[in-house]
């Protein structure tokens, strides 16, 4: 070991191939770096092997990524998750940080990138089946492990008019394990020739939540309450699914059963999204 080389350091290391191993500093002696790593055991690296090391959080983990997402807080960071700022679809009031991002898209032909412009603000665009638009979140801490946020989505539509959609909500809970309640407002007009209402009017209530069940999966679930059914021929709109990360494709895969209740009957269909972090 070298001469006062402190063992008590918890370092990450970035090597040449562009992963990034983290631990518990065991020896450095100028030719070989020792680590005690929380996920890999004690790990022996050659020192011509690493091009940077830096102190981390007791516990962080490594990354197989060789992409700057594989190496940026969101995935070192145990206490941050790869995507926090929304469920399936809707928003928490978790933020992104300054300059963070990611894209998303589903098989519902809805997508959208969104981008940290301050830590608690962020913005964005979207497109879907009503038409494109802006999207915009701003959040900030209520108390210890609870936020809320207020912002809104604008689209013009496809075929003429226009959709919003405000809202505010609370999470409680910290990025891999919370609960979100809101409230929005559904609104606007549409030149449909199917239906001589063009207006849009549908306040609704939405309760979700996220519980991390391994290092790399999160069970959500994500469900409405609309006083208007406008887009879904139903009143109650439920949820149940996983998110699951994939560290060499870099990448969020949701797969979900949505449910729409009925009166008499529950009829279920299947919900898939992808998310990039950026």
């Not at 959208?112 to 979140?137: D, E, H, Q, R």
Request: net charge negative; proline share 6%; aromatic share 10%.
């Amino acid at each position: 070991m070298a001469q006062g080389q402190d063992t008590s350091r918890f370092v990450c290391l970035t090597l040449q191939s562009g992963m990034v191993r983290c631990g518990q500093l065991v020896a450095d002696d100028g030719r070989e770096v020792t680590l005690q790593t929380p996920d890999m055991g004690k790990l022996v690296l050659p020192k011509v092997q690493v091009v940077r090391m830096v102190d981390a959080v007791a516990g962080t983990k490594g990354s197989a990524g060789s992409s700057a997402i594989g190496m940026s807080d969101r995935m070192l960071n145990p206490d941050r998750s790869p995507q926090a700022t929304r469920y399936f679809f809707a928003p928490s009031a978790h933020s992104l940080k300054k300059g963070e991002g990611y894209a998303s898209v589903n098989i519902l032909g809805l997508g959208n990138i969104s981008y940290g412009m301050t830590p608690n603000l962020i913005g964005g665009l979207s497109v879907s089946f009503l038409g494109a638009g802006i999207t915009a979140k701003a959040s900030t801490e209520l108390t210890d492990g609870i936020r809320g946020s207020a912002g809104m989505l604008y689209q013009l539509s496809w075929e003429g008019g226009q959709v919003f959609f405000p809202f505010a909500n609370v999470t409680f809970g910290d990025e891999n394990n919370h609960f979100t309640v809101a409230g929005g407002y559904l609104g606007g007009d549409l030149q449909r020739t199917s239906s001589p209402d063009d207006r849009v009017d549908s306040p609704m209530f939405n309760l979700s939540g996220c519980v991390q069940i391994s290092d790399n999966a999160w069970l959500m679930t994500e469900n409405y309450v609309f006083a208007n059914p406008e887009f879904f021929p139903v009143h109650v709109v439920g949820s149940f699914g996983l998110r699951l990360w994939r560290p060499i494709r870099e990448r969020l895969f949701e797969p979900a059963i949505m449910f729409l209740v009925e009166d008499q009957a529950t009829r279920p269909f299947p919900w898939l999204s992808w998310t990039w972090p950026l």
